[in-house]
């Protein structure tokens, strides 16, 4: 699943109350690992709920995200 986000503030509807609750967050962030996972082995993330509205910084999260997600398959 890919979710497109505009760079306003995160947006947790589509992965319902509970997920969210499990996630790790500090001070609003999605925090993940250095390739992009969350503390839920099978959640990648980047951009906007990572870092913050920065597009330049979003599209290099999101090239490092996507080779991690191939590595992983």
Same mark, same amino acid.
């Given at each position: 699943?890919?979710?497109?986000?505009?760079?306003?503030?995160?947006?947790?509807?589509?992965?319902?109350?509970?997920?969210?609750?499990?996630?790790?967050?500090?001070?609003?962030?999605?925090?993940?690992? /250095?390739? $992009?996972?969350?503390?839920? &082995?099978?959640?990648? %993330? #980047?951009?906007?709920?990572?870092?913050?509205?920065?597009?330049?910084?979003?599209? /290099?999260? $999101?090239?490092?995200?996507? &080779?991690?997600?191939? %590595? #992983?398959?």
């Amino acid at each position: 699943m890919v979710v497109e986000a505009i760079g306003q503030m995160a947006d947790t509807d589509l992965l319902g109350e509970a997920l969210t609750e499990q996630l790790e967050w500090q001070r609003g962030r999605l925090q993940v690992d /250095a390739a $992009g996972c969350t503390s839920e &082995a099978w959640l990648w %993330a #980047a951009g906007d709920m990572v870092r913050g509205p920065d597009v330049v910084t979003a599209v /290099a999260d $999101g090239h490092r995200v996507a &080779a991690s997600i191939h %590595a #992983a398959l």
